[in-house]
């Protein structure tokens, strides 16, 4: 988002208090903000927070003649890549949906060829109301994006959906507006991520440690880049990243179907922690029976997806494989990139223990040898691994 310009709205509800800090987010991403207060935004917050953290002058009126002067408002609401309008409270948007122009905000969003973008956040009921339903049906109609509005506790005392999404989810749905025209732009990625769960009865499963931090976190950064995502995730509780399609799965039999079911793609992200052995599930809980033993679990070999996926007739043109190992990381790492016939293996040794932590050290293996990444977020590796993904395609 370096280098944007965007023009923020910020309606007339509880929630303005959100825009400050959304500024500030802003900001700190090298965006600029050109921001418009309306009347009952000013009720909430004042003109100078918002003047302050966006480091430009607010305009709140359409007859200011020093602002219409420095900028006319036709001029203005041309002037970003995107006018946001956060918070829009149902006043605002019924009256931009009836064309209105009776104040600034309104006028600016008549005038404008810009893309717009509204962050609704209202009462549950005035959401809810067929009015509001329909006034957004017709923004929408017309090109408009809005960010659907969270459920839960509101100021008002009331549950349901109407809040407004929480600064970062607002940011991932802003870069994706930006990363549409990115890099990976009409390229479709299947991640897979987590772990599988293979049951041993109706009670109990084999498992492992991976928690999907990072497979999430790839997957969220290709939407980011413009790419299309299905994400085959194990059982984790971790939220959907903003734009990706996600698709829930238990087994490794399950995903190698889903895997197989969203192809064609152009890469394949395999991060998921493949339980490499299923028992046969018994149909009724083991009981502990005094004098009988323990059950004998007899193991099968799960279908190498990763394996199947390099080998298939739609193979991705990208085939990434992520490798977990103990010890020896190179050598293991780059047989296992050959033997599973993948153009490129993330690799990280587990004896640090990574799972679930939010830090990693990865390095790729490619058939031109192996970069040493070093310590980073997981967020940044996979930031970094769809910059390299985006080149390659
Ligand atoms: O053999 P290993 O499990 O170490 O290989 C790791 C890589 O292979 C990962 O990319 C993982 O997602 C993938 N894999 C797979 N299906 C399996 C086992 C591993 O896709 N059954």
Redesign the pocket.
């Known amino acids: 988002m370096n280098g944007r310009t965007i023009l923020l709205i910020v309606g007339g509800g509880i929630a303005a208090y959100k825009a400050l800090e959304l500024v500030r987010a802003l900001r700190r991403e090298g965006v600029r903000v050109l921001p418009v207060l309306t009347e009952g935004g000013a009720h909430f917050i004042t003109p100078l927070s918002l003047s302050a953290l966006a480091e430009e002058t607010v305009r709140t009126s359409l007859w200011d003649l020093e602002d219409e002067a420095t900028m006319g408002h036709i001029a203005l609401s041309r002037a970003a890549d995107l006018i946001l309008v956060l918070p829009a409270t149902a006043d605002l948007m019924a009256r931009a949906a009836t064309g209105q122009a009776g104040d600034l905000a309104t006028t600016l969003l008549l005038a404008t060829d810009t893309p717009v973008m509204m962050a609704p956040a209202m009462n549950v009921r005035m959401w809810q109301h067929p009015a509001t339903v329909a006034n957004v049906a017709t923004l929408k109609a017309r090109g408009v994006e809005i960010i659907p509005p969270d459920t839960g506790p509101m100021a008002c005392g009331e549950t349901g959906p109407g809040r407004l999404p929480e600064i970062p989810a607002v940011m991932a749905a802003l870069a994706r507006h930006f990363g549409r025209a990115g890099a990976l732009a009409g390229k479709h990625v299947l991640v ?1 991520a987590g772990p599988t769960h293979e049951p041993i009865d109706p009670v109990r499963y084999i498992a492992n440690r991976s928690s999907g931090k990072q497979g999430f976190a790839i997957a969220g950064a290709l939407a980011a880049a413009g790419a299309r995502v299905s994400l085959v995730a194990g059982p984790v509780s971790l939220a959907t990243p903003a734009g990706v399609t996600r698709i829930d799965v238990e087994t ?1 039999r399950e ?2 179907a889903a895997c197989e079911a969203a192809l064609p793609a152009d890469a394949a992200v ?7 052995w299923r028992t046969e599930a018994a149909a009724a809980k083991h009981k502990k029976a005094p004098g009988e033993g323990p059950p004998a679990l007899t193991l099968t070999e ?6 199947s ?1 390099a080998a298939h007739a739609r193979r991705p043109r990208l085939v ?6 103990t010890g020896d990381l190179i050598a293991k790492a780059s047989a ?1 990139r050959l033997r ?1 016939g ?1 153009d490129w ?1 993330v690799a990280n040794d587990v004896s640090e223990g990574v799972f679930g932590a939010d830090e990693n050290h990865v390095h790729l293996i490619t058939a031109h040898g192996h970069q040493d990444w070093g310590p980073a977020s997981k967020a940044s590796i996979a930031a970094r691994l769809v910059q390299e993904i985006a080149d390659a395609l």
């Open positions: 897979t490794a995903m190698a395999m991060v998921a922690a493949v339980a490499d799960n279908p190498d997806i990763l394996a996926i990434i494989g992520f490798a977990a190992e296992k599973k993948a293996l």
